[in-house]
């Protein structure tokens, strides 16, 4: 057996085994082997897409092990077995963790879909405080943080605050604040319908509000929450 279907093999049990764990959407997977790795790539993989070496040494090293475990084969182990090593560092009893949306928010002249340094990568609350402040328990992967850039939402939102997206609301849910897609850049605004059109809206004075021509509006996700570090 050759070295690229061995390590296409470990592959394919690493991904079953968070997939027993519940994680199951491809860009979550790819962000817990790393984070290197997109929905498509990961995609890719699965589908017998050649691991290079460097590629099989990062996720070697992701899941805790040296840097040729990807080499050496490991899928006769149980699924769960096979990622067990990721999943040393997986959520403890009684929190829920909010991992990172792909890609950064602006919230000025926006920010195109890109890889942007995140002043958070991964959070995890108590399961009584997210109960308090949402009401209920979100599915693992539904909630993701998200860094917020720029200043058109002033005072609301500063630039580097951390924003909690339901990626689940992918619709308009009445007037409120949501990550959106608008000319292939991501922000997050405010949307709220009027007697003529969808209007996408800034707190910032400084910057006008606009109405958006049909379609020309993606939803992402819905602004939950925001954090931010501040000095007192």
């Known amino acids: 057996m050759d070295i690229a279907e061995i390590r296409t093999r470990n592959f ?7 997939e027993s764990r519940g994680v199951t959407r491809r860009r979550d997977q790819g962000a817990k082997l790393g984070g290197f790795l997109s929905a498509s790539y990961v995609s890719q993989l699965l ?6 070496d460097d590629v099989a040494k990062k996720i070697s090293l992701a899941v805790g092990t040296d ?3 990807m080499d050496r084969p490991h899928w006769e ?5 096979s990622i067990s090593t990721v999943l040393e560092t997986e959520t403890r ?13 602006g919230m000025g002249a926006g920010l195109v879909n890109q890889d942007y340094p995140e002043v958070v990568q991964t959070i995890e609350v108590a399961e009584w405080e997210v109960r308090r402040k949402l009401g209920y328990l979100p599915k693992p992967g539904r909630i993701q943080l998200i860094t917020g ?12 605050d951390i924003i909690w997206i339901d990626t689940s609301c992918n619709y308009f849910d009445g007037d ?10 991501t922000q997050i605004k405010m949307l709220q319908k009027r007697g003529d059109g969808m209007y996408v809206v800034s707190i910032n004075p400084d910057f006008p509000t606009y109405r958006s021509d049909e379609g020309e ?12 570090l501040r000095r007192f």
Do not use: C
């Open 77 to 81: 182990q149980d699924a769960t077995t």
């Open 67 to 69: 840097h040729g475990w």
């Open 176 to 185: 409120d604040y949501y990550l959106i897609n608008i000319g292939g850049e």
């Open 47 to 52: 589908a017998g897409k050649y691991i290079g």
């Open 12 to 18: 394919k049990a690493l991904i079953a085994g968070l």
């Open 149 to 160: 850039r720029g200043p058109s939402m002033k005072p609301k939102l500063e630039d580097g």
């Open 93 to 105: 009893p009684g929190y829920v963790r909010f991992d990172v949306f792909e890609g950064g928010a």
């Open 217 to 228: 509006v993606s939803i992402l996700g819905k602004a939950l929450i925001h954090a931010g």
